[in-house]
């Protein structure tokens, strides 16, 4: 199971180190003591903490997330196999995103549960609405 420092955490989650350690002082993110006594999250943890985040109606302590050229990194939070086929799910900041992949794909990928992944979406058609 990969695990993930403070610093890394913020940056897939588009927040400070200072505000992913108040949550975890907090009691809202688990983590523990690595070897050298650096402070690291499970992946496990930190994809149910994403999934708990990103249902957060308020949506995580930043000013304005942005995605640069439609890149989302983020944490894998679910992976369904059925057949040829496999749904990923990823929580990238407040955004949950969904791909179909190939099973083959997915292991290839070694994508599970607290993985880190970047979703790229390419579209044709994009549709914008105000609020």
Known sequence: MPTYS???VAQLLGVSPDTVRRWADAGRLPTHRDEHGHRVVEGRDLAAFTVRLGQDTAGPETTHL???????PGIVTRVVKDGIIAQV???AGPHRVVSLLTSEAVDELGLSEGVEAVARVKSTSV?????
């Open 127 to 131: 549709t914008v609405e105000l609020p």
């Open 6 to 8: 403070v610093g890394r």
């Open 89 to 91: 799910e990823i929580q």
């Open 66 to 72: 942005t995605s640069a050229r439609n890149t989302f």
